[in-house]
Nanobody, 119 residues
Framework: QLQLAESGGGLVQPGGSLRLSCAASGFTPGYYYAIGWFRQAPGKEREGISCMQTSNGNTYYSDSVRGRFTISRDGAKNTMALQMNSLKPEDTAVYYC???????????WGQGTQVTVSS
């Protein structure tokens, strides 16, 4: 059973930076995985903001974060990260890391970490 644990959230001023990390345990070798980050702001639906196809390293970003956020992974350590720069108040949300096993299809989620951008 794959388990995820996020860390790195907190309070930051507009224009500041945060780096979120997600540690994974329980990986089963031989499967294809995609990884991603999602967030849910107060009163809004959960939205995907970034993902990576681990097979080729291709990355995708939502329009709201492109150019400011960067997704990365360390296969040897089974960790993923989200570097967030030039943070805005509208980035305030609970951030979740996600691992998607391609086949058989299955999604794993962390418990979330709060990011608050406020002056």
């Amino acid at each position: 059973q794959l388990q995820l644990a996020e860390s790195g959230g907190g309070l930051v001023q507009p224009g500041g930076s945060l780096r979120l990390s997600c540690a994974a345990s329980g990986f089963t070798p031989g499967y294809y995985y995609a990884i991603g980050w999602f967030r849910q702001a107060p009163g809004k639906e959960r939205e995907g903001i970034s993902c990576m196809q681990t097979s080729n390293g291709n990355t995708y970003y939502s329009d709201s974060v492109r150019g400011r956020f960067t997704i990365s992974r360390d296969g040897a350590k089974n960790t993923m990260a989200l570097q967030m720069n030039s943070l805005k108040p509208e980035d305030t949300a609970v951030y979740y890391c996600n691992v998607h096993r391609v086949y058989p299809s299955l999604d794993y989620w962390g418990q979330g970490t709060q990011v608050t951008v406020s002056s």
